[in-house]
């Protein structure tokens, strides 16, 4: 293996962690918001924090974390040239990924049922609080559930270039780096779900 | 273990599995505390375990243990940025 291969991944890999970072700093400003508000009106919160699905909730950290396994696991295939393996890892990734993201649809269709969402007549009637707590809850697990569609669809390229081979045990900067925006994704929910499902 | 400077490490199937049982004991743990009463620990019990859980995905998923000084550093200071916001924030909301 020359040398300057490596050195581009090592570059690949280091603007990867870069944009991590500022991925780390957008979900901490939304967490950061969560905590002012949490402080501000922790009554309220407690009201609505009670409506949440907590069996929703822990299934999705299951599957999410299920899922970051088997991406690590893809990565370690993918060193040891086992190319049919690292195939089999990211299908497993994907399939969980759109299992939690029809357990998300379920949820909010349950969570509106209820009347909970933005502008609702329910919440525009009860105290400032609970709709403040709905707004951060859909914007934070939005962009997060938009951050899990971004991340399944470069998987699912990742793992036809595997399938190609144009991805294999000498080159596989592109499937270590979607790994670590997978495992990102996992690591934000690692938060939500204390934040918006245990705490109150 | 020692490796060579270019060389990537591997890490095994066995590891990974080990430290995906952790973190889902980790979760076990952390719902079954929520539901206990214990008043201020109510919110940094949760959070504390979660950030072990965090702790253990960029370890060992993210290959951060086998990284070098760079990435370790590119890490430390997005987390040092994110407590100074926190922080900041906090002095000013709390002491209005």
């Not at chain 2, 002095?91 to 209005?96: A, E």
């Amino acid at each position: 293996m020359s040398q300057p291969v490596h050195r581009r991944d090592a570059g690949a890999k280091l603007g990867m962690w870069l944009f991590l970072a500022t991925e780390l700093v957008l979900f901490g400003g939304l967490f950061l918001l969560y905590a002012v508000y949490l402080a501000r009106y922790p009554h309220e919160f407690a009201a609505a924090g009670r409506e949440m699905h907590l069996v929703f909730g822990t299934a999705n950290t299951v599957i999410l974390l299920t899922s970051s396994l088997l991406a690590a696991m893809a990565v370690t295939a993918i060193q040891r040239d086992e190319r049919r393996t690292a195939v089999f890892c990211l299908g497993g990734t994907i399939l969980c990924a759109t299992v939690f993201l029809c357990n998300k649809y379920l949820e909010w269709r349950a969570e509106i049922g209820l009347g909970n969402y933005l502008n609702s007549p329910r919440l525009a009637a009860g105290p400032p609080g609970e709709s403040v707590f709905f707004s951060l809850y859909y914007l934070t697990v939005g962009l997060h559930g938009l951050h899990v569609l971004i991340g399944a669809a470069l998987l699912a390229l990742v793992a036809v270039r595997v399938q190609q081979r144009t991805i294999h045990a000498g080159n596989y900067a592109l499937l270590e780096n979607s790994a670590l925006y997978w495992h990102l994704v996992d690591l934000v929910w690692i938060f939500i779900f204390p934040l918006y499902y245990l705490l109150l | 273990m020692p490796t060579e400077p270019n060389k990537e490490q591997v890490v095994s199937y066995g590891k990974l599995t080990a430290v995906w049982a952790g973190l889902l004991a980790l979760t076990a743990l952390t719902v079954w505390i929520s539901r206990l009463d214990l008043g201020v620990n109510r919110v940094w019990g949760p959070l504390t375990i979660a950030a072990c859980k965090g702790g253990l995905i960029i370890a060992f998923f993210m290959h951060m243990r086998y990284e070098g000084r760079l990435l370790r550093w590119v890490l430390f200071v997005a987390l040092v940025t994110l407590a100074i916001f926190i922080g900041v924030t906090f002095f000013d909301v709390l002491y209005r």
